[in-house]
């Protein structure tokens, strides 16, 4: 049993994470922890963040659906958690995955503000709203998790609906996230100074490009540390990225960060740290036909001259994704994202590409990958469960 649950929390841990690309929702962990009235069970207990995750990846019909977890210091020793279950919060803290705060007061919803995302609490923040007017503007920003019967179900504060709404960055958000911070404190985990290891130094598993850095705190417009309270130092720009969406079977099964200048291999099991692998969702066939390594995505700046004046801050221009096949079977592009067959153009083995706007590549019918804001999800397919113990599962998928 133990060991069991040990593989769900490894599970949880592949959906925690404070990169501003990646995360979904924003949320107190120590409040999820506590809430005892979701499963009726222990004081605390760490497997109830898996149920809200699961949640969250059914309201948005998406699987793998990471939170941006603000954590109280004392939860690190929070006598009603089990000890397995304090030792893997400390190595979230570690890993920088979570943001850990001695005192985080309304750090959630500065965060949500900075990036944009809907918050999950029960708390209705009525001091705030002056501050933060999209909660009370912006319907379905702000969701309560509370008891249901196939696991908990969001109701949102402000209209009544069900589905976690992102809103946008804030324009402070959008000017932090242009530029790299680092914390003069040593060893920062989410701040962390520029000599590689720290909060980088497991890529494959924290599953983070080096330019999904949280965001800063803003103490009077300067930017500081949310964990130690120093001042932040500017560490150059950010470097220029792209999200990108893995659809399978009409849904998206994830997404991943593409950055300037850090190739990403996608294929059935790609042998690169950070590869996207697909195998999990696939069947035979489709396991046949996709290479280990099937295609490369690059981000490229575009051309000077184009778009923004050379002092405008990197973010702004868009950059150029570049597919490369390498495959043996070879893929195709879905020009626009139109799903007639006659409209596929054929990407053959080592052929390049820049994706024009919409563009999808199929490795294989029903396969594709995109610009996550590009690829409608959905489909009659029920998320995979975090909490299942090994989530692989495959996916039947529309012939050729
Ligand atoms: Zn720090």
């Known amino acids: ?40 069970g222990r004081p605390a207990s760490l497997l109830r963040l898996g149920m809200v995750i699961d949640a969250l990846a059914r309201e948005l019909e998406e699987d793998s ?35 850990v705060l001695d005192n985080p007061g309304d750090r959630m919803l500065e965060v949500a503000d900075l990036l944009g ?12 709203r002056g501050r933060f007017p999209w909660l009370v503007e912006q319907p379905g920003r702000v969701l309560a998790p509370v008891p249901g019967a196939g696991g908990p179900v969001f109701i949102a504060h402000v209209g009544g609906g069900n589905v976690p709404v992102a809103g946008s960055r804030s324009p402070a958000g959008a000017k932090l996230l ?19 290891g720290g909060a980088f130094a497991d890529l494959a598993r924290v599953d983070r490009a080096p330019a999904g850095q949280p965001p800063p ?5 300067v930017p500081i540390c949310p964990r130690h309270g120093a001042r932040l130092g500017d560490a150059g720009p950010r470097p220029r990225t792209e999200v990108l969406a893995v659809r399978i079977g009409g849904m998206v099964r994830r997404r991943f960060v593409l950055t300037e200048g850090q190739p990403v291999l996608v294929g059935r099991a790609p042998d690169q740290q950070g590869g996207i692998v697909l195998g999990q969702w696939l069947n035979d066939e489709a ?17 000077p001259g184009r778009g923004a ?66 690829l409608p999800t959905g489909a009659p397919f029920t998320p995979t469960s975090v909490m299942a113990e090994a989530p692989t599962m495959a996916m039947r998928l529309p012939r050729p």
């Not at 000890?83 to 919060?89: F, G």
């Not at 083995?349 to 919409?358: D, E, H």
């Open 117 to 128: 995302l809907p918050v999950l609490s029960r708390a209705r923040f009525d001091g705030l």
């Open 309 to 374: 004046a050379s002092d405008a801050p990197s973010w702004s221009g868009r950059g150029e994704v570049i597919v490369t096949d390498v495959s043996t079977n070879g893929s195709g592009i879905r020009p626009g994202g139109s799903m007639a067959e006659p409209d596929r153009v054929p990407l053959s083995p080592q052929q390049s590409r820049a994706l024009a706007a919409r563009d999808m590549v199929e490795l294989y019918p029903g396969v594709q990958v995109g610009r996550a804001e590009d």
């Open 287 to 303: 396991r046949r036909w996709i290479s280990r390594s099937h295609l490369r995505f690059e981000l490229r700046a575009t051309a």
């Open 1 to 40: 049993m133990r060991f069991e649950i040990s593989k769900v929390l490894d599970a949880i841990e592949g959906r925690v994470c404070t990169d501003p690309s990646l995360a979904r929702a924003v949320l107190d962990l120590a409040e999820v922890i506590r809430y005892q009235n979701l499963d009726s």
């Open 178 to 196: 242009a530029r790299q911070w680092r914390c003069p404190e040593p060893g920062c985990a989410l701040f962390g100074g520029g000599g590689g």
């Open 217 to 221: 705190s803003l103490r009077n417009g």
């Open 65 to 99: 659906v990471p939170v941006y977890a603000v954590v109280h210091r004392a939860l690190l020793s929070d006598a009603d958690l089990t000890s397995n279950e304090r030792m893997v919060v400390r190595r979230w803290a570690d890993d920088g995955l979570v943001e």
